[in-house]
């Protein structure tokens, strides 16, 4: 009777220590699971730049390589994008009047080893938008600042701010990348979320206002 | 989840084989207790501060005499906190805006001895001490990208309770008492992982 009671409770222990964890993915809504990155050249005062011009289609970025696409994602990722440029004061005009601030929205969908490095990214990323787009050809892109590497499972936006202005005076022939936010996540391949996401790149980036 | 079937080895393997051991004068006593934990200094400070209700602790007790009785115990807590999104600054140039979910589960394994002052009376009070390894598996998300981090750290711990025998003179009985477990835990700027717990089980003996 005793062993089998001394068995029963084991068998209690054993589904209680299997059956205690909470899992915190279990415990998380759509919103709850996205996470919003922004990096920035601190050396830089962004209240100098006052217009700036987008590019009219994403780049889908898929292990290194690279395609434009325009579909109603895309185009609503866009308009967020001018909308809260505009919000903070710059001023939208076409790449051909030599705008101060040029603006990139990627979909960067997976990569080979599931860790995505911005390093690598940034690696390509003459090959994603070549710099003769925003008329400057024979350049190279830099970022002056560092980025961490985080690991995706799962795709991801990102907005590239490019330095036109000081691109034009550059020896170097250098476009600096002076400003980057990333929003992963589930559910944010979506036109109803678009704005709201972007909107939270803009308000964890106070900074980012012309004077 | 692999770390929870290993354990549950652990414990199946160690009931058993003191199942084997018959031949002794004085039985094995097996406790079985409820565990609720209460995070306290550094850990509820800097990353839990909700309380447990999701633990217990098993433990295997020889007894030296009436007034003393030592064994080993095992215990499994598992801690969970979900913060309100926030902005942390991750670097000089860096802002993350993220709900925060820690998810830390503990296993001690432990030398423990307690003594009852009072062999007499009806209810036994009775003080305890131990000390071991704490197995410690601490998982931080960011929104839903977490890592991982499996770390073997150090437990120190101190408890009053009482037990009320099943009849007189029995090791076997019920079990009320509290604990403190200081857990040393340095890693990534955090201090401890120490909480005061309060049980509720029964002890059997085991021929």
């Known amino acids: 009777m005793k062993k089998l009671l001394t068995n029963g409770w084991l068998i209690c222990l054993a589904v209680l220590y299997i059956g205690c964890n909470k899992d915190p993915l279990n415990n ?31 780049a889908i970025i898929d292990n290194g390589k690279s395609t434009r696409q325009l579909n109603d994602v895309d185009l609503a990722y866009i308009n967020a994008v001018k909308k809260y440029m505009n919000q903070a004061g710059y001023r939208l005009v ?40 925003w008329g400057y050809p024979g350049y190279g892109y830099y970022i002056p600042y560092a980025y961490s590497v985080y690991s995706v499972k799962e795709g991801a936006i990102s907005v590239d701010m490019l330095d036109l202005k000081s691109a034009s005076k550059s020896d170097n022939k250098k476009i600096d990348v002076i400003w980057t936010g990333l929003i992963r996540g589930s559910g944010i391949f979506n036109t109803s979320v678009a704005d709201k996401q972007v909107e939270s790149l803009f308000d964890q980036s106070s900074y980012l206002k012309k004077n | 989840m ?63 005499s009436n007034k003393l009785a030592a064994g080993v115990e095992i215990g499994f807590q598992d801690y969970y906190q979900k913060y309100p999104r926030d902005i942390y600054h991750t670097g000089p140039n860096q802002d993350i805006s993220a709900v925060i979910s820690n998810s830390i ?27 071991g390894g704490n197995l410690i598996n601490f998982k931080q998300y960011f929104g839903e990208f977490g890592n991982t981090r499996t770390n073997i750290g150090f437990v120190g711990q101190a408890g009053v309770g009482i037990m009320i025998p099943f009849k007189k003179m029995s090791t076997s009985g019920f079990y009320l008492g509290g604990t403190y477990d200081y857990a040393p835990y340095k890693k990534d700027g955090y201090k401890d992982l120490s909480s005061v717990n309060l049980q509720a089980g029964i002890s059997f003996e085991i021929r």
Request: charge should be neutral.
């Open chain 2, 2 to 64: 692999k770390n929870n079937i290993i354990a549950s080895c652990f414990i199946i393997v160690s009931i058993l084989f003191a199942q084997s051991s018959t031949a002794q004068k004085n039985p094995l006593t097996l406790e079985l207790n409820y565990n609720y934990s209460m995070p306290v200094s550094g850990f509820k400070s800097d990353l839990v501060s909700n309380n447990s209700p999701r633990g217990f602790k098993g433990s295997l007790m020889y007894p030296f």
């Open chain 1, 28 to 58: 998380l809504n759509a919103d709850e699971s996205r996470i919003y990155i922004t990096d920035r050249d601190s050396t830089v005062n962004f209240s100098s730049f006052k217009t700036y011009s987008i590019s009219d289609s994403v």
């Open chain 2, 105 to 131: 589960q503990t296993t001690p394994l432990m030398l423990k001895a307690k003594y009852y002052p009072l062999t007499n009376s009806f209810v036994k009070p009775y003080i305890s001490a131990g000390a």
């Open chain 1, 94 to 133: 076409l790449k051909n009047d030599n705008p101060d601030l040029g603006v990139n929205v990627n979909h960067i969908i997976s990569t080979s080893t599931g860790v995505i490095s911005y390093g690598n990214y940034w690696g390509d990323y003459g090959g994603y938008y070549d710099p003769y787009y």
